[in-house]
């Protein structure tokens, strides 16, 4: 992601995808968004709206987050 609109309306499009918790900027040019989740997400869903709205959008990893029992 180029410019710092390009970064801020790639954060919006995920968090309005259902299930999504939480949304941030990772990577040493902030070039990367991680979402973490609960329940059904729809990460390919995810990744399709980033490629129409922002341009190119690329899955790296896509796991289940546990919680923690205390």
């Known amino acids: 992601m180029k410019s710092k609109k390009c970064r801020s309306k790639a954060l919006e499009i995920a968090v309005a ?6 949304v941030g900027l990772k990577g040493e040019s902030k070039n990367r968004i991680e979402a973490i ?3 059904i997400v729809d990460a390919a869903g995810l990744a399709e709206a980033l490629r129409k709205k922002v341009g190119f959008a690329d899955l790296v990893s896509v796991e289940e987050v546990k919680e923690e029992s205390r």
């Open 37 to 39: 989740g609960e329940g």
């Open 17 to 22: 995808k259902g299930g999504i918790i939480s």
